[in-house]
């Protein structure tokens, strides 16, 4: 399990309370520079993509859930040779570069300080009275301030040059786990057209392991089952 643009592997600490982890071995993987120490080389979704392969070898791992971009990640894991990942659950995956909500903004600065000046005072700004997205405000700043800023430009790269959706539609068995009312109306035309497997969660946030972490359990459950 790996969480999204500067977020760690806390965002699915509630699923290890539910049937879910009772019924199936649930790993919950901190990236380089995210919660994990960071890569030597260049924080890029190709770079995080081969770490992400490697330990799935590690734990003989055929399915992953990925959170937001780390979709794109899981869809390069995916086809990185002798990789035994199968099958994606994605949960609000970027399929668009709509999607690309923060992470998209980091190719805006020149550099880590400013990308980091600009993006943690609004983030906390934003977070204000919404405890979900501030436990996420509270771990983004915990995050490698450079392979957050690297990340995000390389996953505005990806975006400019290929279509997210298209990528995740090509690595193999994916499912898709949304809440209409927090997707960009691109990426929900883009979606209807797709034929990709779909669960929807109403009333989740964009942390649906957080906010419904029972409901996702069961939905998930019953996915693994069929």
């Known amino acids: 399990m790996i969480a999204g643009f500067g ?3 806390s965002m699915y600490a509630p699923l ?3 049937d879910l982890a009772d ?6 993987l901190d990236l380089p520079g995210f919660g ?3 890569l030597e080389v260049e924080t890029t979704l190709a770079a995080l993509a081969q770490f992400v392969a490697e330990k799935a070898k590690t734990h003989s791992a055929d399915t992953i859930i990925a959170h937001s971009v780390a979709s794109i990640i899981a869809s390069l894991a995916a086809r990185t040779e002798g990789s035994p990942l199968t099958h994606i659950i ?6 668009t570069a709509e999607d690309a ?11 880590v300080a400013s990308f980091g000046d600009w993006f943690l005072p609004r983030l906390a700004k934003k977070s204000e009275g919404d405890p979900i997205l501030a436990r996420y405000a509270e771990e983004v700043a915990k995050a ?3 392979a957050l800023w690297e990340l995000g430009c390389d996953a505005k790269r990806f975006s ?4 997210p959706g298209e990528a995740l539609r090509e690595a193999g068995r994916v499912t898709y786990i949304f809440n209409r009312e927090n997707c960009a109306q691109s990426s929900l035309d883009w979606l209807e057209k797709s034929g990709m497997h779909i669960i929807e969660l109403p009333g989740a946030s964009h942390w649906p392991t957080i906010d419904q972490p029972q409901e996702f359990s069961e939905k998930t459950l019953s996915l693994l089952a069929s």
Not at 23 to 28: I, M, Q, W
Not at 102 to 110: I, K, L, N, Q, V
């Open 7 to 9: 977020d760690n592997s």
């Open 16 to 18: 290890l309370a539910t």
């Open 23 to 28: 019924r199936h071995k649930l790993v919950p």
């Open 36 to 38: 994990a120490e960071p």
């Open 90 to 95: 994605s949960l609000e995956g970027n399929l």
């Open 101 to 111: 909500y923060f992470s998209g903004r980091a190719a805006e600065h020149a550099n």
């Open 144 to 146: 490698d301030p450079k």
């Open 160 to 163: 400019d040059r290929k279509h």
